[in-house]
C-alpha cells in the first residue's frame, strides 16, 4: 500500500506521461557541454528540450484536471519525490554514453508505441498532445535505434560497453509495459493506452534492434517496479534537488 | 587525426524552391549519421527542408593563389553584365 494518498485515476496517469518526459528531459539536460563530441551534445539536448517540451504540455493539463489551480512549474517544481510517478528507468543515473543511449532506446521503444495509441484517446487534449509529441518521439527512436546498433556493432569496446548498460538497466525495463489499476482504469475509460498493445511492440522492437546491434538480450528475472507507485531509487531526490532548488529558494522566482 | 570522424560539408534548403546553400561542417562516421548530426546541429531553428551532406575531401577547390588569372581578368569585362538595355517601368523584378 501507499504511504501517501494517491491522485485519482486520470490525474495520476497525466503526471506518469508528464514526469517522464520531465525526469529524462532533465537527466539529459546533464549532458549539456560534457558531450563526447560537439554533434552528440547537441543532439542529447535536443532530445532533453523535446522531453521538457512534453512535459509543459502534459503538466499543464494535469493541473486543469486537478482544478486546485497548480500550473505546470508548481507541479514541476513544488512536489516531492514519492508524489512522482515517472518510471525507475528515466531516473537512473546517465553513466557512460552506452548507458545513457540504452536507457534512451528502451524509453523510447516504450514512448513511440504508447504515444500511437494516445492518438486515438477519447479524450482530445491527450490525442492532440500525443500528436504533437509523436513527431519528435519517432526521431528520438530513431536516433536511439541507430546508436545501439553502431555501438553494439562496433568496436570490441563499444559492444562490450554497450551490452554492460543492457544488462544494467534491464531490471528496469519490465515497469513500463506492465498495468496496474491506474494504466487499466485509463485504458477502461478510454484516455489511456492499451499497455498489452505497447509491450507487444516493445518488444518486437528491442528484439529487432538487440539483434542487429549483435547484443545479447538479457533473461527476464527479477523486474524493478514501483516508479509509477511514487517509489523510487535513490537517484530521484538528488535530481530533485538539483531541479527544484531555485523555485525552493525563492519561491514563485520569475526571469 | 586518425581517431576524429571524418569531415562533412553540410548543405539546407531553407523552402522548397530555393538552392541548398553550404551552411557548415561538422563530424561524422558515415553518411547517415551526417545526416542525422546535421539536423540537430543545423536545423534546431527552422532552417531547412532538405539536407545535403558530402564528405570534404570531395570538394575539390580552386587555389587562393590562382585568383588572379582565374577571376582578375571578369573585371574589365563590363560588357558581359546585362546593365546596357533599357527597361520598361512595368517590368519589374529584373
Given at each position: 500500500?501507499?504511504?501517501?494518498?494517491?491522485?485519482?485515476?486520470?490525474?495520476?496517469?497525466?503526471?506518469?506521461?508528464?514526469?517522464?518526459?520531465?525526469?529524462?528531459?532533465?537527466?539529459?539536460?546533464?549532458?549539456?557541454?560534457?558531450?563526447?563530441?560537439?554533434?552528440?551534445?547537441?543532439?542529447?539536448?535536443?532530445?532533453?528540450?523535446?522531453?521538457?517540451?512534453?512535459?509543459?504540455?502534459?503538466?499543464?493539463?494535469?493541473?486543469?484536471?486537478?482544478?486546485?489551480?497548480?500550473?505546470?512549474?508548481?507541479?514541476?517544481?513544488?512536489?516531492?519525490?514519492?508524489?512522482?510517478?515517472?518510471?525507475?528507468?528515466?531516473?537512473?543515473?546517465?553513466?557512460?554514453?552506452?548507458?545513457?543511449?540504452?536507457?534512451?532506446?528502451?524509453?523510447?521503444?516504450?514512448?513511440?508505441?504508447?504515444?500511437?495509441?494516445?492518438?486515438?484517446?477519447?479524450?482530445?487534449?491527450?490525442?492532440?498532445?500525443?500528436?504533437?509529441?509523436?513527431k519528435?518521439?519517432t526521431y528520438?527512436?530513431?536516433?536511439?535505434?541507430?546508436?545501439?546498433?553502431?555501438?553494439?556493432?562496433?568496436?570490441?569496446?563499444?559492444?562490450?560497453?554497450?551490452?554492460?548498460?543492457?544488462?544494467?538497466?534491464?531490471?528496469?525495463?519490465?515497469?513500463?509495459?506492465?498495468?496496474?489499476?491506474?494504466?487499466?482504469?485509463?485504458?477502461?475509460?478510454?484516455?489511456?493506452?492499451?499497455?498489452?498493445?505497447?509491450?507487444?511492440?516493445?518488444?518486437?522492437?528491442?528484439?529487432?534492434?538487440?539483434?542487429?546491434?549483435?547484443?545479447?538480450?538479457?533473461?527476464?528475472?527479477?523486474?524493478?517496479?514501483?516508479?509509477?507507485?511514487?517509489?523510487?531509487?535513490?537517484?530521484?531526490?538528488?535530481?530533485?534537488?538539483?531541479?527544484?532548488?531555485?523555485?525552493?529558494?525563492?519561491?514563485?522566482?520569475?526571469? | 587525426?586518425?581517431?576524429?570522424?571524418?569531415?562533412w560539408e553540410v548543405f539546407i534548403r531553407s523552402k522548397s524552391g530555393l538552392s541548398h546553400k553550404h551552411v557548415g561542417s561538422l563530424?561524422?562516421?558515415?553518411a547517415e549519421?551526417a545526416i542525422e548530426n546535421a539536423r540537430d546541429v543545423y536545423t534546431r531553428r527552422n532552417e531547412g527542408v532538405s539536407i545535403w551532406v558530402v564528405?570534404?575531401?570531395h570538394i575539390?577547390?580552386?587555389?587562393?593563389?590562382?585568383?588572379?588569372?582565374?577571376?582578375?581578368?571578369?573585371?574589365?569585362?563590363?560588357?558581359?553584365h546585362p546593365?546596357?538595355y533599357?527597361l520598361?517601368?512595368e517590368v519589374k523584378h529584373i
Amino acid at each position: 500500500m501507499d504511504a501517501h494518498p494517491g491522485f485519482p485515476p486520470a490525474l495520476d496517469y497525466l503526471l506518469r506521461l508528464g514526469d517522464n518526459a520531465l525526469i529524462l528531459g532533465q537527466r539529459l539536460g546533464e549532458w549539456c557541454g560534457h558531450g563526447p563530441v560537439l554533434e552528440q551534445d547537441i543532439a542529447l539536448t535536443n532530445v532533453a528540450l523535446d522531453l521538457i517540451g512534453q512535459a509543459r504540455s502534459w503538466l499543464t493539463y494535469a493541473g486543469e484536471l486537478e482544478g486546485q489551480g497548480r500550473d505546470e512549474d508548481q507541479l514541476a517544481f513544488q512536489r516531492d519525490a514519492w508524489d512522482f510517478r515517472n518510471l525507475l528507468l528515466v531516473e537512473q543515473p546517465n553513466g557512460d554514453f552506452a548507458h545513457t543511449i540504452a536507457r534512451q532506446f528502451f524509453f523510447d521503444a516504450f514512448h513511440h508505441p504508447l504515444l500511437e495509441q494516445l492518438l486515438h484517446s477519447t479524450d482530445r487534449q491527450v490525442a492532440a498532445i500525443a500528436e504533437k509529441a509523436i513527431k519528435e518521439a519517432t526521431y528520438h527512436l530513431r536516433y536511439s535505434s541507430e546508436w545501439m546498433i553502431r555501438l553494439g556493432d562496433g568496436t570490441e569496446e563499444s559492444h562490450r560497453r554497450m551490452q554492460t548498460a543492457v544488462d544494467d538497466l534491464w531490471m528496469y525495463t519490465g515497469e513500463c509495459c506492465t498495468p496496474d489499476e491506474v494504466d487499466e482504469a485509463a485504458h477502461q475509460s478510454g484516455m489511456g493506452a492499451s499497455l498489452t498493445a505497447v509491450r507487444k511492440s516493445w518488444e518486437e522492437r528491442v528484439k529487432d534492434i538487440l539483434d542487429q546491434a549483435t547484443l545479447h538480450r538479457p533473461e527476464d528475472d527479477w523486474m524493478q517496479s514501483g516508479g509509477k507507485q511514487g517509489r523510487h531509487t535513490e537517484h530521484l531526490g538528488y535530481i530533485l534537488a538539483d531541479m527544484q532548488f531555485l523555485q525552493r529558494a525563492y519561491p514563485g522566482m520569475e526571469w | 587525426m586518425k581517431k576524429n570522424w571524418p569531415l562533412w560539408e553540410v548543405f539546407i534548403r531553407s523552402k522548397s524552391g530555393l538552392s541548398h546553400k553550404h551552411v557548415g561542417s561538422l563530424h561524422a562516421a558515415d553518411a547517415e549519421m551526417a545526416i542525422e548530426n546535421a539536423r540537430d546541429v543545423y536545423t534546431r531553428r527552422n532552417e531547412g527542408v532538405s539536407i545535403w551532406v558530402v564528405e570534404s575531401r570531395h570538394i575539390t577547390a580552386s587555389s587562393p593563389t590562382d585568383a588572379d588569372s582565374l577571376f582578375d581578368p571578369a573585371d574589365d569585362k563590363v560588357y558581359r553584365h546585362p546593365t546596357f538595355y533599357d527597361l520598361p517601368d512595368e517590368v519589374k523584378h529584373i
